[in-house]
């Protein structure tokens, strides 16, 4: 059980700004194992699925259920209302019918009223596909596995299931081209290349990158780029004077981004802006004294605060910057 669920989330994009996942134990009575608004990474959710503990007992269903929605998906514990809600629900057994119990239509109820697609799956001989047809949102969410060891194989086809689901990696509608800006301006971008962006995402911020870059006035005697991308460290990827005159445009500008590395990591948004004050927006790198210093910062995540850091206002002292 444990191994299915941790293929499940392995090709699941789980981090603060995309996936979160949750997860509920029962038997005799449903269990909290992971809410919303814990922390979400693989690694913590593995965690957490390792330690789920075997309960033995009956199979009340229908407390697991009247739980999820009473509980997990609630925005106080962290339910987002803006994005696609899954719920995933695994039997070994019938519904255990010999002590008072909502019958499942009615405990699924909740959850299927908030938007929430659910899938039923069903392990083994002792499984009543009726109930797993009951619990489910449509007939298509309802899967059958002869035993537990099979049960790895469904990942793939249900992870799939749910990746259809979820938003695509690109934007709902193309991007239109701006307007050329005419301003002339030394901007630098500090770009989250953390893990909470995720490899997937990568192309997706070079991409916004570059379609800001090509509304400016991107020239010699016009706006210069600088890019500074960071996780644990900061890399400085692209210096005002990188790229020699005869060749500031906006096309060179985005060859060289394209080319700019995932780092993965954690958040050090810090780190990105003392190597911005220190070694980008100096003169000796290029910038230049007489027209305005512009930064964009781009991320997805909280910053990390648990090891050695510099208070970001601090961080951003000497800085000029102008919205």
């Known amino acids: 059980m444990k ?16 996936t979160h996942i949750s997860a509920v134990a029962y038997s005799n009575n449903p269990e909290v194992v992971y809410r919303f608004n814990n922390r979400q990474a693989t690694d913590d959710v593995n965690n ?3 330690g789920m503990r075997w309960q033995r007992g009956f199979t009340y269903t229908d407390k697991a259920l009247l739980l999820a929605d009473s509980d997990l998906y609630r925005p106080s514990n962290g339910m987002r209302p803006n994005v696609a809600k899954v719920l995933i629900v695994i039997t070994d057994g019938a519904q255990t019918t ?4 909502t019958p499942l239509p009615k405990a699924s109820e909740g959850v299927k ?3 929430v697609a659910v899938y039923a799956i069903g392990v083994g001989k002792g499984v009543n596909e009726a109930e797993l047809r009951e619990i489910a949102s449509s007939q298509d969410n309802v899967f059958v596995s002869a035993s537990f060891k099979e049960l790895h194989n469904l990942a793939v086809e249900i992870r799939k299931r749910l990746c259809d689901l979820l938003p695509p990696l690109t934007t709902p509608t193309p991007l239109p081209t701006p307007a050329p800006c005419k301003a002339t301006a030394d901007v630098a971008f500090i770009v989250d290349s953390s893990g909470s962006i995720g490899r997937r995402r990568w192309p997706l911020m070079l991409n916004f990158l570059k379609n800001i870059i090509s509304a400016f006035n991107v020239g010699p005697d016009g706006t210069h780029v600088a890019v500074i991308a960071y996780s644990n460290d900061a890399k400085l990827e692209i210096a005002f004077d990188s790229v020699s005159r005869a060749q500031i445009t906006a096309e060179e500008y985005g060859k060289r981004i394209d080319k700019i590395a995932f780092q993965r990591g954690f958040t050090y948004i810090d ?3 003392k190597m911005a004050d220190e070694q980008v927006f100096v003169t000796s790198a290029g910038m230049r004294p007489n027209v305005p210093q512009v930064f964009k910062h781009c991320f997805f995540h909280k910053r990390l605060t648990t090891k050695l850091h510099t208070a ?3 961080s951003i002292t000497h800085i000029r910057w102008y919205c």
């Not at 191994?3 to 995309?18: G, M, N, Q």
């Not at 010999?98 to 119990?101: L, S, W």
């Open 3 to 18: 191994r299915f669920l941790k293929a499940l989330v392995s090709k699941l994009d789980v981090s603060p700004s995309f």
């Open 48 to 50: 957490a699925f390792d």
């Open 98 to 101: 010999t002590k008072a119990y």
């Open 113 to 115: 009223n908030k938007g």
């Open 271 to 273: 780190k990105g802006l």
């Open 312 to 314: 970001l206002d601090i």
